[in-house]
């Protein structure tokens, strides 16, 4: 995994997997598939590129990383599949999110959204601190 802003196809951890990794960005084109463990606490996955992707979680579990939407085009959607929550900031620039009933949680997170189609039934746990509407359709 890159740490210098180079982008991935995708990633993907197996249940057994285990990723430890240093750094603290993580790009990604497609798709990020985690099964396994993998420590994303204070991690940022940005999600970049041309193509739809997908952020999956072991089921019902709680990706408690950063994620940042920054597709290429609006027509491009990011889709959460098994995540309950994302216990982090949020940042969206470019692309659509359109998920189910996902809930942005955790202690004083930033929600920061300046651009692309929020399609959601997302709802905010009172603790995010900070939220940012600044343009597209939401």
Do not use: R, W
Not at 25 to 36: D, P, V
Not at 37 to 45: A, H, Q
Not at 98 to 108: A, K, Q
Request: aromatic content about 12%; some cysteine.
């Amino acid at each position: 995994i890159n740490e210098g802003g180079q982008t991935y196809p995708s990633l993907t951890n197996g249940s057994t997997g285990d990723i430890n990794y240093s750094g603290t960005n993580i790009y990604l084109e497609g798709s990020y598939i985690g099964l396994g463990f993998f420590s994303s606490m204070n991690k940022t996955l940005t999600f970049d590129g041309g193509q739809n992707s997908i952020l999956s979680c072991a089921t019902s579990s709680v990706f408690t990383g950063n994620v940042t939407l920054a597709k290429s085009a609006v027509g491009n959607t990011l889709t959460v599949t098994n995540c309950t929550s994302i216990d982090g900031d949020f940042s969206m620039s470019q692309g659509t999110f359109n998920t189910g009933s996902l809930i942005f949680s955790g202690t004083n997170h930033i929600f920061s959204y300046s651009g692309g189609t929020f399609f959601t039934n997302q709802s905010f746990d009172s603790v995010v601190s900070n939220i940012n509407i600044l343009g597209g359709t939401f």
